[in-house]
């Protein structure tokens, strides 16, 4: 009888999940500290909901089929289905509908949280992602939505970008409805698929949006996508329309007055930026990065918006009849990040350990002892975790980038006082237990 063999685990991970290391932590941190105080400042508060919610909270982004398995990840919990948050956004209405009595009007929340999309990943678009958002619920003044566009603006400077670096594109979804009852376009399946269409304008240009507004599109790999099926009359309306140089909309052009009140300029008017498909209702913003973003083979990719937001007056009217008109705007932290560290080198500081290295087991106390007496004053320090011959404690030490060795041997026990050893230059210097903590400040 031969023995069957044991499948191992796979260490690779999914396809758009990733493992994040210390110094883009450390980063995301920074950019979120920045994210709280600018919060703070324009009156804000802080709200956390559930990763899961029932799926059917979500609904707009979820299809009408047996299960709920399409953009989101799902799982049924007795007789009702659960999805993990698509996005900040829904989860926000339900919580505004639920709350309604209770919350000021206006509502000015943020938030930040992981989301998770079931769709296909791309470079520096992930399948699981730290988000940011901020909205106002219960105000129709377009007053909200500039000084969305200005706080984030804020948010970026201070996060290391210069205003050449980025631009927000601003356009309303009251030209795009006014242009399908131009061309007659009414049926909301047909409407969809066009909005889809004009939403790849930035990835496939005119000509292949063209073929995706009338018939449909094969791309390169061979795979056919379904057009809207309009009329060659109507695309070319649809194209003129949406390269106009200067909103005609009322509400972008009171966007623009506020705008220039704020003394803001850094925007641009562009009718082509198609968001949220389904639930924005007016004025749409999208925050875009002006330089190049390689990959990890150093290329340079097309990375797309890295957030943005709009108008949406009418989502928590799905949770019945309320008066919520709001706005908001999403920044995706890691896509941020990822782009940023590519544009300036961050001097984060990655504290690391002073090891103090084991001769004999039977020290302990003495090790502990002077590890104490270090970390009372904040200092990172640490005994070598484990038993081995120095030479094996001094590759830990750097391997873990730590700033310097504490050697403290029978003979150092004897007469009262350590050998502190510097990693980078290499000096060893004999000195008393009381002036250890003066002397490891001048290396770390």
């Given amino acids: 009888m031969t023995k069957e063999k044991k499948s191992k685990p796979s260490k690779e991970l999914p396809l ?15 950019i979120i500290s920045n994210i709280k105080e600018v919060m703070i400042k324009y009156g804000f508060q802080n709200l956390e909901t559930p990763s899961f919610e029932y799926s059917d909270s979500i609904g707009k982004f979820l299809p009408d089929k047996d299960r709920p ?3 989101v990840f799902s799982f049924k919990d007795e007789n009702k289905w659960l999805s993990l948050r698509y996005d900040l956004t829904a989860p926000l209405a339900r919580y505004v509908a639920k709350n309604y009595l209770e919350i000021p009007k206006p509502f000015k929340r943020y938030q930040l949280g992981t989301v998770w999309r079931n769709e296909k990943p791309g470079p520096g678009r992930f399948r699981e992602f730290l988000q940011f958002d901020a909205d106002f619920v219960g105000t129709t003044s377009l007053q909200a939505d500039a000084e969305l566009c200005v706080m984030i603006s804020e948010i970026l400077e201070r996060s290391g970008l210069a205003k050449s670096d980025y631009i927000i594109k601003i356009s309303s979804r009251k030209i795009t409805e ?26 496939l240009g005119w000509s292949g949006v063209k073929e995706l507004l009338g018939a449909g599109r094969k791309d390169k790999s061979g795979d056919f996508t379904k057009g809207a099926n309009l009329k060659s009359k109507d695309i070319v309306k649809i194209e003129e329309t949406l390269k106009i140089k200067s909103p005609k909309t009322e509400d972008l052009v009171e966007l623009v007055k506020i705008f220039k009140d704020y003394n803001f300029n850094n925007f641009e008017f562009d009718p082509s930026i198609i968001r949220g498909l389904e639930y924005y209702t ?17 290329q340079v990719i097309q990375f797309g918006s890295i957030g943005g937001g709009g108008r949406y007056d009418n989502l928590v009217n799905n949770f019945g ?22 544009k300036k080198e961050f001097k984060v500081k990655q ?56 050697l403290y041997g029978e003979n150092e026990i004897k007469s009262g006082k350590i050998t502190l050893r510097n990693l980078s230059s290499g000096k060893e210097q004999s000195i008393e237990i009381k002036e250890i903590v003066n002397e490891i400040k001048k290396i770390i």
């Fill in 16 to 30: 758009g999940f990733v493992d994040r290391q210390e110094k883009e932590l450390l980063v995301r941190d920074f």
């Fill in 69 to 71: 398995d399409e953009g």
């Fill in 178 to 203: 006014e242009l399908f009852k131009k061309i007659n376009l009414i049926d909301n399946k047909q409407k969809l698929t066009a909005l889809r269409a004009l939403d790849k304008i930035d990835r």
């Fill in 282 to 298: 007016g004025a749409i913003f999208e925050v875009n990065l002006k330089f190049d973003v390689t990959n990890n083979k150093g």
């Fill in 321 to 342: 009849n309320f008066n919520a008109p709001a706005t908001g705007i999403s920044i995706g932290i890691d896509r941020l990040v990822y782009a940023l560290m590519q």
């Fill in 351 to 406: 504290t690391k350990p002073i090891v103090i290295c084991v001769f004999d087991k039977n020290s302990m106390r003495e090790y502990i002892n002077l590890q104490t007496i270090i970390r009372k004053e904040g200092i990172s320090v640490e005994i070598y975790p484990g038993v081995s011959k120095l030479k094996k404690q001094m590759e830990y030490a750097n391997k873990i980038n730590s700033p310097a060795v504490i």
